[in-house]
């Protein structure tokens, strides 16, 4: 079966990251992660992709004039890769609209929340504030508007009254775990 060359994006803690290498190890996965990009070379997301003998990449954007040039040195170090997707795992810089272009319909992204709803940061605190009895994640493609582009899959969680932020977001995380490898199933089985 093809496996699909897939880029990885990550800032930090890498357990989404983690996931999906794991998942890939399937021999049905369709992609294989051939590289991770990180915004930060000291990101734990970056000792489990080196740990993985995955090819790593990390720039730091405090070395470059602007955010295009450093746009353009991730793509001029992802090109020879020719990825059928990215996977943006916990990336945290907001990829330019001329970068989304560049792979129209091949970025994707995993966020804490049931999309629409509570887009951007601090998703688990302003769940909670608000009252809500059901939270989960989503998988979505990304356009140039935050946490915006058609949702690929959710799952939703129930949310109990002794629920903090900490442990909504734990049992999140457990479901988007399960969710992107799916969903990079799906989008590679078109
Ligand atoms: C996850 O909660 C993801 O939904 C959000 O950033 C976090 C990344 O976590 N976009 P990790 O680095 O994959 O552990």
């Known amino acids: 079966m093809i496996k699909y060359p897939i880029g990885i994006f990550i800032s930090g803690r890498g357990s989404n990251l983690k996931s999906i290498i794991n998942a890939s190890k399937d021999a049905n996965f369709p992609g294989n992660i051939v590289l991770v990009f990180s915004d930060n070379p000291n990101s734990k997301g970056m000792k489990i992709a080196l740990e993985s003998n995955i090819d790593t990449f990390s720039i730091d954007i405090n070395n470059f004039k602007d955010a295009n040039s450093f746009e353009e040195e991730i793509l001029r170090l992802i090109k020879p890769y020719n990825l ?23 970025i994707i992204n995993i966020h804490p929340s049931l999309l629409p709803k509570y887009k ?13 009895t059901i939270s989960g994640c989503t998988v979505h493609y990304v356009n140039e508007n935050l946490d915006d582009g058609e949702i690929i899959l959710q799952r939703e969680i129930s949310i109990d009254a002794d629920d903090t932020e900490n442990t909504l977001a734990d049992k999140i995380l457990k479901e988007e775990h399960i969710i992107y490898p799916e969903a990079i199933r799906l989008v590679l089985k078109k």
């Open 120 to 132: 951007g940061l601090n998703t688990h605190r302003r769940v909670i504030e608000n009252m809500d």
């Open 84 to 106: 059928e997707l990215i996977c943006l795992a916990g990336y945290m810089k907001i990829l330019s609209k001329k970068f989304i272009d560049k792979f129209s319909g091949k």
